[in-house]
């Protein structure tokens, strides 16, 4: 299929089914897209073209793509529009990667469930009515929804895992630095990624190997050379009896992973990760005082609106919070508890990843929920607690689709140890195949 027609199609889907999924916050202009598709071709059928030909990439509403507006799905951020490239977006377009528009978010990427943005809550394509998962809503949404055939989301404790394994999609959270996240704005600074979502195992491997690497413009972002990889594989299965796991999903999890180490010769073993209940409480202080610190410059001179005066309630909370436990009377009791119960975990994952190389879970200890249906905060948070683990440990994770309930997708996550993942993708290749 030509980049052109591959466009068309694209284009036709989100005309029909966008206003009923809000995948989609912005579009570029047709016209434009169909010009850089048909040079795209052209640079095809020379022999010319880059990895990404023929690719059409939607872009989370948190990441920099010039002349686009990265509105993070807020009011606070409604009429800003990108004047520069996130050097991601720079390495797709240098590859021929066609950005086709903005993807929906929760507000800020503080969510899990793509009910918090404030252009409309965002459907799932694969069972209507309920959450796609968040805070990468739209990025999961559109390709389950086949609007694109690759995007871009962040992921701090599960934005890219959670929706991915809500919509049936694949989407991979990389090691911590692995990719350069000059251009993103971000949710909090010590634990954010950005990366892909597909619909298959190599589609997401394509665009990673694309976007990883050192970047100038980020300081903290490396280049790893990874040693030849030994296929006897040792998958450690995590002990969940510390976590509140809805048993219909950890069933499908473990059969799924029963039948495929049975066909390759695994080696299964449980493993356990001490202080993995700790996770969501370690998490929310980080996050909160992270992000108050970021939205400082949401002040309402530089960028649009002050941030307080528009936001939603989730945004407010973290704003609020942040600024609370911040102050000085409160110096060493929330933040720097947190960030040593970080490394403790970090320490307990490095230590796990001696014995096995690859540990193994549901994605989401739960099913989506209904759009609309009130739940707690403390229940929206622990939909996280199996994601947000390999943020505090800094290593890298995939969802895979790996079975359904009920018509409902529950995806499979598998994480790995700190830049292995071509190991990661191998697994997830065999797991997909299987
Ligand atoms: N749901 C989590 C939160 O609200 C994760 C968000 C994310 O990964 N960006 O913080």
Aim: charged share 30%; proline share 3%.
């Amino acid at each position: 299929m030509t980049t052109l027609s591959n466009l068309k199609e694209k284009l036709e889907k989100i005309k029909k089914e966008n206003p009923r999924i809000n995948a989609f916050i912005q579009l570029r202009d047709e016209e434009e897209l169909i010009e850089e598709a048909k040079k795209i071709d052209e640079k095809i059928a020379k022999g010319k073209a880059g990895k990404l030909a023929g690719k059409i990439i939607g872009v989370k509403a948190n990441i920099n793509v010039k002349g686009l507006n990265a509105s993070c799905a807020s009011k606070t951020l409604e009429d800003y529009k990108s004047p520069y490239d996130a050097s991601v977006i720079k390495k797709i377009k240098d590859e021929d990667g066609l950005i086709i528009g903005m993807t929906n978010m929760d507000e800020f990427a503080c969510g899990g469930s793509g009910e918090t943005s404030a252009f409309g809550v965002c459907q799932n394509p694969s069972v209507f009515g309920l959450i796609p998962g968040g805070s990468s809503s739209g990025s999961a949404a559109a390709v389950a929804a086949g609007f694109c055939d690759l995007s871009l989301g962040s992921d701090t404790g599960g934005s890219i895992r959670n929706p991915a394994s809500h919509c049936g999609v694949v989407g991979i959270k990389p090691t911590y630095s692995s990719v350069s996240r000059y251009g993103l704005i971000d949710l909090s600074m010590s634990l954010d990624q950005i990366g892909p979502l597909g619909k298959n195992v190599s589609d997401c491997e394509l665009l990673l190997n694309v976007i990883k690497g050192k970047d100038e413009c980020d300081s903290i972002s490396q280049d790893k050379r990874i040693e030849k990889i030994n296929k006897n594989f040792t998958i450690g299965i995590l002990d969940l009896s510390d976590l509140k796991v809805d048993s219909r999903i950890e069933k499908i999890i473990n059969e799924k992973i029963e039948k495929v180490a049975k066909k390759k010769n695994w080696k299964l073993k449980k493993i356990r990760i001490n202080y993995i209940d700790l996770a969501v409480e370690t998490y929310y202080p980080l996050v909160y005082v992270e992000f108050f610190s970021g939205t400082r410059k949401f002040d309402g001179r530089r960028y649009g609106m002050k941030i307080e005066d528009v936001a939603g309630s989730e945004v407010l909370r973290r704003v609020f919070g942040g600024s609370e436990i911040t102050k000085a009377e409160y110096h060493g009791r929330y933040y720097y508890q947190a960030l040593k119960a970080k490394k403790l975990i970090e320490k307990e994952f490095a230590k796990a990843f001696k014995v096995v190389d690859a540990i193994i879970s549901p994605t989401v200890p739960c099913l989506p929920w209904k759009i609309g249906e009130k739940i707690s905060v403390e229940e929206m948070y622990a939909a996280d607690a199996l994601t947000i683990p390999a943020n505090l440990a800094g290593c890298c994770a995939i969802s895979i689709p790996a079975g359904e309930m009920n018509g409902v997708p529950v995806g499979m996550q598998i994480m790995c140890d700190k830049f292995q993942e071509q190991k990661l993708f191998e697994i997830a290749r065999e797991v997909e195949r299987i």
